[in-house]
């Protein structure tokens, strides 16, 4: 089975710009989450979608939107690049029951912007 | 506020000798994961183990244990027999709801 999926691999953007990122869940898997990782940090939480809803949004400003299609893919959506954009953005997929804190989540590769 | 602490930026250990991740996590939740992720240079996230709040025994997986001391909140990561493609950083995360919070990460470097 295929794993998660993110396009583009590489990114490079200049300042003021928007960039949509795309990512493809684990066939089965209803939720997707996105996470920001900048140079030598750990991941930072942005979105999960699940079911199309969003469920969860992290400490982000409103120039980052996500949303879920109906076969659970996700893109996330940039507006106005700023140059601490810059970032490995990670999707990650996981079969989220309801009401639990079991939480696995299967990583994507990611997509490395580089703003300008 | 939860949290995960990661203290080591970096560790060496050579081959074929045990290595011990420090990792300490701060929550209110009573219920909550911890995981142990694994990122190469190429960037992908790789799930090593996981352990459950109220799982009373240590989790393993094949080389890798999970030191879990509820009372101190620490959930460090042990993995034994270290071999070269083990280089990589190592990331703690505590699961709450809808979202992974991750610690800062250990670049661990296995020397022959």
């Known amino acids: 089975d295929a794993g998660v999926t993110q396009s583009p691999t590489h990114l490079i953007k200049t300042r003021g710009q928007h960039v949509t990122l795309r990512c493809s869940p684990i066939?089965?898997?209803?939720?997707v989450s996105w996470y920001q990782q900048v140079l030598g940090q750990g991941p930072q939480f942005i979105f999960q979608?699940?079911?199309?809803?969003?469920?969860g949004r992290g400490n982000f400003p409103d120039r980052f939107s996500a949303r879920q299609f109906p076969n659970y893919s996700s893109e996330l959506n940039v507006n106005a690049l700023l140059l601490g954009d810059s970032a490995l953005y990670l999707c990650?997929?996981?079969?989220?029951?309801?009401?639990?804190?079991?939480?696995?989540?299967?990583f994507g590769p990611g997509t490395r912007l580089t703003v300008l | 506020a939860q949290k995960i602490t990661q203290t080591q930026p970096g560790m060496f250990v050579q081959e074929k000798e045990a290595v011990t991740l420090d990792c300490t996590y701060d929550?209110?939740?009573?219920?909550?994961?911890l995981f142990w992720y694994k990122q190469p240079s190429s960037g992908e996230m790789i799930f090593l183990i996981y352990?459950?709040?109220?799982?009373?025994q240590n989790a393993t997986e094949g080389r890798y244990s999970l030191n879990f001391q509820k009372a101190r909140k620490s959930a460090n990561l042990v993995i034994s027999a270290s071999q070269l493609g083990d280089s990589a950083m190592y990331f703690c995360?505590?699961?709450?709801?809808?979202?992974?919070?991750f610690g800062t990460g250990t670049r661990l470097q296995v020397f022959p």
């Open positions: 990650a997929s996981s079969f989220l029951a309801r009401d639990t804190y079991y939480n696995e989540q299967f």
């Open positions: 066939s089965g898997h209803k939720s």
């Open positions: 979608y699940y079911e199309k809803e969003e469920r």
């Open positions: 929550t209110s939740d009573p219920s909550y994961g």
């Open positions: 352990q459950g709040s109220y799982d009373q």
């Open positions: 995360a505590m699961s709450h709801t809808d979202k992974l919070i």
